[in-house]
């Protein structure tokens, strides 16, 4: 695929969409090893293809599959060998795609004398299309991601059918790693013909990372519970602190107010902590609660705090420091080695060593929220 230029600058390339589809193309037993159309490697796009629709899901958006339906006999046979029979055990989903994630599945290639490579010409069982899913979006932003099986044939054919059915507010973006083609030259050509026709190239990580679109995510949190002021109150840094931490950043900025520090937080739970939180939405909250730093009512509070003499723990000299050193900002990323999420953030002992409990309880907390959705 080195032909192929990825698009990617690190920004958000492709802006916010209110909206994202995600389609796989075909990803049937007989397109892959042992099927009788098989496509080198073809079940290699499952783990990518799960990847990328968990990430919808997370996003409220709307996870499709589509498949070849043939009947026994049909002129489609007459170029190809007999695949994908209707009820056969070549035309069931690869082991590894869970049907019942499907928001839909669309059957197509069911006529005798059908092609069908295109998911554009596939209906679901109450006779739902590609074009009313997408028509019932309405004038949103919709990112409309593009993976399966052949990246050749009938990926290409539904990434080119959808930029013709569709108009601007949809983006038509194929996923190149969620995707293979029966022979990678043919492969190369459909990529570049999709790229010609403003279909956007991209690889997972790209998507996963968050790094080229992201969805406008409506408000996580049980948000009619929380009035304005509770909500403001959720961007204070002493929400998540308990009298520990600030005694050992008072210790760190008594004898060690040098030291530096860095923190890195890997997920050691068994479960990808991806499938439940959203990268964008912890970035932006750990963004809000760095630009905001302590609130004049936490100092306050903390000035306050006495010990069993009535004596104040912390010195006007620490309250001070606490008032004008901003945390260090944090830096959420994918990391394509461990498939997950990964935090980290540098700086001061003092000051740095509060976003540990933060990280720690925010990300539990998204984690749960995250948890409840999904299941
Ligand atoms: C396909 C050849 C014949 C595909 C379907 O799914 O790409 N290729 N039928």
Redesign the pocket.
Same mark, same amino acid.
């Given at each position: 695929m080195e032909k192929v230029e990825i698009q990617r600058n690190g920004e958000l390339l492709l802006g916010e969409f209110d909206d994202v589809i995600v389609v796989g @193309?075909?990803i &049937?037993n007989d397109?892959c090893e042992g099927g009788s !159309?098989a496509?080198p490697d073809g079940a290699s796009i499952v783990p990518k293809f799960n990847g990328i629709a968990k990430w919808v899901k997370l996003n409220n958006g709307t996870v499709i599959l589509t498949r070849?339906w043939h009947p026994e006999k049909t002129t489609?046979f007459d &170029?190809?060998p007999v695949? /994908?029979v209707s009820g056969s055990r070549g035309a069931e989903f690869t082991p590894g795609i869970d049907p019942g994630m499907a928001d839909l599945i669309l059957s197509k290639?069911m006529g005798s004398t059908e092609?069908a490579?295109s998911g554009f010409q596939g209906r679901s069982a109450d006779n739902q299309t590609l074009s009313d899913v997408i028509k019932q979006r309405g004038s949103k932003r919709v990112a409309l991601l593009i993976c399966? !099986?052949?990246?050749?044939? /009938?990926?290409?054919?539904t990434a080119l059918d959808a930029i013709s059915n569709t108009d601007g507010n949809v983006e038509v973006i194929a996923v190149v790693d969620a995707m293979k083609a @029966?022979s990678e030259d043919t492969g190369n050509i459909a990529l570049s013909q999709m790229q010609q026709k403003g279909i956007h190239l991209v690889t997972s990580a790209d998507i996963l990372s968050e790094k080229v679109l992201s969805v406008h995510r409506k408000v996580v949190s049980p948000d009619a519970l929380v009035s304005p002021e509770a909500e403001d109150k959720l961007e204070d840094i002493s929400y998540d602190l308990d009298y520990y931490k600030l005694t050992m950043s008072n210790f760190a900025f008594e004898f060690e107010p040098d030291t530096e520090v860095t923190l890195t937080f890997h997920n050691r739970g068994n479960q990808r902590l991806m499938d439940y939180v959203g990268i964008g939405n912890l970035q932006s909250l750990f963004d809000s609660i760095q630009r905001r730093g302590f609130s004049h009512e936490e100092l306050s509070y903390i000035r306050g705090l006495r010990n069993s003499r009535g004596n104040n723990i912390f010195s006007d000299a620490y309250l001070e420091y606490l008032a004008n050193t901003p945390l260090p900002k944090v830096n959420v990323r994918y990391d394509p080695e461990i498939d997950d999420v990964v935090i980290d953030t540098a700086g001061i002992w003092a000051i740095t060593s509060f976003w540990e409990t933060i990280i720690m309880s925010r990300v539990n907390e998204m984690y749960f929220q995250g948890y409840m959705r999904v299941i």
């Open positions: @193309v075909d &049937q397109f !159309l496509i070849d489609h &170029q190809w695949h /994908c290639g092609d490579y399966g !099986l052949a990246t050749d044939y /009938c990926v290409k054919s @029966v």
